[in-house]
């Protein structure tokens, strides 16, 4: 609502007062104030009492800006009464639920495709040349020579026959003792196969003649018969008093045995003896070792133990002698230091 508030030096005269008073859109108008003029207040409870005396008297109080008329003995504002306010709306009804759509329908599998075709074969190859053959050559010193091909095209090739630790030797004539990669010679007489050396390896209870390590390099060692009686390789053995009789057998009897068993040379010359070792049996005259340590007879005897006792205290071996033709068996105190001849098994 809008008021009109009104000055102090307000003259009623013949003046027009316009109020307006507004209600939403409409506009009431006031016109005419009598010749008496219209009272000004400063506030509303002040104003006089309305009685028939001052029937249509005029009031305008400042405090609330309103003008007051005396009617009917009770003052009316001239101000038109603020309009009621509209009521709200009715609030609008929910809307209807909406229905459930149909579910579409799954959609049908592919066909599976046709299987490709096999693609055609291929061309066979073509044939291989012819291979060459090879041939091998003994060289007889523990190697071989293997020669492929003919001509400018042919590979030869040295290889090992067979290898005792580091070193190539020949199986159809040595063999390798590989406790310790020594090669010995071998040699078959007769139905045996006996070694073409003397023992070398070192066990408790054998010795180098002298004590020199020089004479085991070149007689082998020298063994009590406890030792002898283990002291061969796999494969071979420590031969029989019988054994030793089979190879006089073979070698053409104990009465020229010596001479065709021992070395050619390193025998000390003796008139009218020839040594000609002529099945390469090679015994060497090692000597040997007494019980109380002394050597003797190196370059005139070789003595070789048997594994057949005698007694507890003694053992039967093979003895040959620079003076004589013949191969001895005889007993001999087992402390005793003699060679070794293993034979195979």
């Known amino acids: 609502m809008r008021k009109m508030r009104l000055g102090l030096s307000f003259v009623v005269a013949a003046v027009s007062v316009l109020l307006l008073v507004a209600c939403g859109d409409e506009v009431t108008e006031i016109t005419e104030v009598n010749e008496t003029g219209m009272k000004v207040i400063e506030k509303g409870e002040d104003m006089p009492k309305c009685t028939s005396e001052n029937e249509g008297a005029l009031v305008y109080a400042l405090d609330s800006a309103t003008a007051y008329s005396c009617v009917n003995r009770e003052w009316t504002s001239l101000n038109g009464k603020d309009g009621q306010d509209g009521k709200d709306g009715a609030d ?40 060459t053959g090879c041939s091998v050559e003994d060289t007889g010193d523990g190697f071989a020579l293997v020669t492929c091909g003919e001509g400018e095209n042919a590979t030869i090739m040295k290889i090992f026959k067979g290898m005792c630790g580091e070193t190539p030797y020949n199986p159809a004539t040595h063999f390798c003792d590989f406790r310790d990669s020594t090669i010995y010679k071998f040699i078959t007489i007769g139905t045996q196969t006996w070694m073409a050396e003397n023992l070398n390896f070192e066990t408790d209870s054998s010795y180098c003649y002298n004590d020199s390590a020089k004479y085991c390099s070149k ?90 006792e005698y007694s507890s205290l003694g053992a039967y071996g093979m003895h040959l002698h620079d003076d004589d033709d013949v191969a001895n068996l005889s007993s001999s105190h087992k402390h005793v230091g003699f060679s070794v001849r293993c034979l195979q098994d």
């Open 92 to 131: 609008g009804k929910d809307g209807a639920k909406g229905e459930k759509g149909d579910q579409g329908e799954q959609g049908k599998q592919g066909e599976k495709g046709d299987q490709g075709k096999q693609g055609p074969k291929g061309d066979d190859g073509n044939d291989g040349e012819d291979g």
């Open 219 to 308: 007689y082998g060692r020298l063994y009590a018969w406890t030792a002898a009686m283990t002291a061969c390789p796999s494969g071979w053995h420590l031969p029989t008093e019988e054994e030793f009789e089979t190879l006089f057998s073979a070698v053409g009897g104990q009465s020229t045995a010596g001479k065709m068993l021992k070395s050619a040379t390193g025998w000390t010359a003796f008139s009218g003896i020839t040594n000609e070792d002529s099945f390469a049996f090679s015994a060497l005259p090692a000597g040997d070792r007494e019980p109380l340590g002394y050597y003797g007879y190196e370059g005139a005897r070789a003595h070789f133990w048997s594994s057949t």
